[in-house]
């Protein structure tokens, strides 16, 4: 009675065949190209697409954005001369971009909002 046996009522048996590695190695590769296609269509199922918040908010003033969003947390101005309004959350802990507001102008009228999501 060999070691093995003394766990288990039956011997364990090996799988012996001249074809194990191939299909090994087949399985092996139909598990990472599923994995790699996975991970593809999650990547692109996060297409960033603007709301229509932001689509309505576009050339914009000064005034109608602030009458909208409130008092800028950050003013700025760009190389190129533009200004951008930074809009932060009062209620974040951890300091990170999450849910900021970027609205950028471009003489007095709106050209680009981004949401940090």
Do not use: H
């Not at 001249?18 to 190695?25: E, G, L, N, Q």
């Not at 954005?65 to 001369?81: H, M, Q």
């Not at 974040?92 to 609205?103: E, F, G, H, L, R």
Request: charged content about 25%; aromatic content about 12%; proline content about 6%.
């Amino acid at each position: 009675m060999s070691f093995y046996n003394f766990f288990t009522r039956f011997p364990q048996i090996l799988w012996k065949t001249t074809r194990s590695f191939p299909v090994c190695k087949t399985i092996m590769l139909l598990m990472i190209v599923a994995l790699l296609a996975s991970c593809t269509f999650f990547k692109s199922s996060k297409e960033k697409t603007q709301t229509p918040m932001e689509n309505a908010m576009i050339s914009m003033t000064e005034e109608e954005v602030r009458k909208k969003l409130g008092e800028p947390n950050i003013v700025s101005v760009t190389p190129e001369n533009k200004i951008i309004w930074t809009y932060r959350p009062s209620w974040k802990i951890m300091p990170d971009n999450k849910d900021t507001v970027y609205v950028e102008f471009d003489n007095g009228k709106v050209v680009k909002i981004i949401k940090v999501r």
